[in-house]
């Protein structure tokens, strides 16, 4: 499976972003995709993920209420939706996937830079 991910900007504060991410190369059936995010000088931090098969969905507290995580089967694209942007959220965010289940992801796309300004 191959993610990648897309839709980072620099945006100021109070805007909003939808990140996308393209998924090939093999049945996601199994697979539970997440959004993750690194700052500089931070750990990378789970966002959001969604069940592809099913709505269950799983929105991190610290973006809870701005943020909403989607899928699209017949594109095979999952979406970030990032609503009132803060400077705290700006970050290089990831995709990934792994099998429902499972402890670690085991596809990583490549990261999308998000720059929020004040």
């Known amino acids: 499976v191959q993610l990648q991910a897309s839709g980072g900007g620099s945006v100021e504060a109070g805007d909003s972003l939808t990140l996308s991410c393209a998924a090939s190369g093999g049945s996601l059936s199994r697979y539970y995709m997440g959004w993750f995010r690194q700052a500089p000088g931070k750990q990378r931090e789970f966002v959001a993920g969604?069940?592809?098969?099913?709505?269950?969905?799983t929105i991190a507290d610290a973006v809870k209420g701005r943020f909403t995580v989607s899928r699209d089967k017949f594109k095979n694209r999952t979406y970030l939706r990032m609503n009132s942007l803060k400077p705290e959220d700006t970050a290089l965010y990831y995709c990934?996937?792994?099998?429902?289940?499972?402890?670690?992801?085991?596809?990583w796309g490549q990261g999308t830079q998000v720059t929020v300004s004040s």
């Open positions: 969604i069940l592809w098969s099913g709505s269950a969905s």
């Open positions: 990934a996937a792994k099998v429902r289940g499972n402890s670690d992801y085991d596809f």
